[in-house]
């Protein structure tokens, strides 16, 4: 089983939907969690982070389900710049300060059409 | 303020040909690293510099070499390429200590080992 997993997609909405994408994890000892933002042939990018309390940025609401291990991003009135592949992104913390990892989803991509 | 800047953006190896690709920072980062992305994969870790002077492997070293030159840039070197290493590889650095987000990624080097 992977780490993380995402479903790939891709999800194609018109202008305006509603999506929500999920993004599973597997490790119990993840410590945060963010969402990426990957457009075609271009690097990653943050989109935002989540917090344990769920937060909104603008159009974008992202949440935390510690219990079921998943974290969900909801892009409201999608627009067609919205069109990319969305990254799930889980940081499993080490034993000291010094060790860690960054765990990433293999995307879900999102085709918002006209 | 370029941020992260990688070269090259693109190249073609032969089987057994060496190559380096150059990174470099002027954000003042500490943290440094490099990941490989494959289709249906997410991003893999291949090696990471939490600070100057040190380098550690990540999820998917053998094959690759890196040196962290001094804070501003770290170099990663195919001995000899191999078309396993096909890939598009993204250098990116952060500042909130080592793996941290937000990770500050690099345009990226598309290779293509023949």
């Known amino acids: 089983r992977k780490e993380v997993e995402q479903d790939p997609g891709p999800f194609n909405v018109p202008e305006g939907a509603t999506v929500a994408f999920n993004c599973t994890y597997s490790n119990s000892a993840s410590q945060s969690f963010f969402w990426y933002r990957q457009d075609c042939r271009k690097e990653p990018k943050l989109l935002m982070s989540?917090?344990?309390s769920g937060n909104e940025d603008g159009r974008f609401t992202a949440q935390l389900n510690r219990a079921s291990q998943y974290i969900s991003l909801l892009i409201r009135d999608s627009k067609l710049s919205d069109s990319a592949t969305y990254l799930c992104?889980?940081?499993?913390?080490?034993?000291?300060?010094?060790?860690?990892?960054?765990?990433f989803g293999q995307g879900t991509t999102l085709q918002v059409k006209p | 303020n370029a941020g992260v800047t990688q070269t090259p953006k693109f190249q073609v190896l032969k089987t057994g040909q060496s190559m380096t690709l150059q990174c470099a920072q002027d954000?003042?980062?500490?943290?440094m690293y490099w990941y490989r992305q494959d289709p249906g994969m997410g991003l893999r870790l291949i090696y990471y510099s939490a600070s100057e002077g040190t380098t550690d492997k990540g999820e998917v070293p053998n094959g690759y070499n890196v040196s962290r030159l001094n804070k501003r840039e770290f170099s990663l070197r195919l001995e000899s390429a191999a078309p396993s290493q096909t890939s598009v590889y993204f250098c990116?650095?952060?500042?909130?200590?080592?793996?941290?987000?937000?990770?500050?990624f690099g345009n990226g080097t598309r290779l293509t080992v023949t």
């Open positions: 954000m003042n980062h500490n943290s």
């Open positions: 990116a650095s952060s500042d909130r200590g080592l793996f941290n987000s937000p990770l500050h």
């Open positions: 992104v889980v940081n499993v913390h080490g034993g000291s300060s010094n060790t860690g990892k960054l765990i």
């Open positions: 989540v917090y344990s």
